[in-house]
């Protein structure tokens, strides 16, 4: 039997199975892109910013940040903005930042968990359901039932279990994963924005 008879076998049920599979793969591909370029992008930024704050250009400071276009350039950018602000107004403008960008690292995470989730129970339905068709087939026919009925039946039962855990077992690894390079990042940016307001207040060199 080859696949695409093997995913019709599923029935009805394997319509929304894929699909959450599809946009599963879709997040999975975004994201692991998402923090690999952020992440470059933000070890050339800091490298950039060492020269312009060392020369005093701050304009220059804000355009880099401008064209990194990460969260953490973002919470920099704004630092640079409001630099002339006083210690305590500076910090509270940055934590106030920070706090806008963090959603830019868990873009997705909540549908992708949403799907890990659904996929499980999509295929516990189509279990169900293709239980209930054998019973039904056994109860109307005697003590077999058609034998062909049956094997759909059993079929569509086994298929969409399988689909749902293929699809599902991969979103929960890769949802918690990105749930940890969230944290990973947070704590990244958090250190990178303080050594860069210690530089921008000329505490450090």
């Known amino acids: 039997m080859n696949i695409i008879a093997t995913l019709k076998s599923g029935g009805i049920l394997m319509i929304p199975i894929l699909f ?7 997040i999975i591909i975004e994201r692991c892109i998402y923090f690999y370029t952020t992440k470059k992008r933000d070890e050339k930024l800091l ?3 060492n ?5 005093g250009n701050y304009d220059a400071c804000a ?3 401008a064209e990194t276009n990460t969260p953490t350039s973002q919470v920099i950018k704004k630092a640079v903005d409001c630099r002339r602000w ?3 107004d500076l910090r509270e403008a940055v934590e106030a930042e920070m706090e ?10 909540t549908p992708l968990g949403t799907i890990a989730n659904i996929s499980t129970l999509l295929g516990l339905l189509g279990t169900v359901t293709g239980n209930i068709k054998a019973f039904g087939v056994l109860g109307s026919g005697g003590t077999m039932g058609d034998p062909a009925l049956l094997a759909g039946a059993i079929a569509e039962a086994l298929v969409t279990t399988v689909a749902g855990l293929c699809v599902s077992i991969p979103a929960v690894i890769f949802h918690n994963y990105f749930l940890s ?3 990973r990042r947070i704590v990244e940016m958090e250190s ?3 050594t860069f307001l210690l530089r921008l207040s000329g505490r450090v060199r």
């Open 100 to 109: 806008m960008v963090i959603p830019r690292y868990e873009h997705f995470l």
């Open 181 to 183: 390079r969230v944290d």
């Open 20 to 26: 959450c599979g599809v946009f599963a793969t879709f």
């Open 192 to 194: 990178n924005v303080t």
């Open 47 to 49: 490298y950039n910013l």
């Open 86 to 88: 006083n210690e305590n």
């Open 51 to 55: 020269g312009s704050l060392l020369a």
């Open 63 to 65: 355009v880099a940040c």
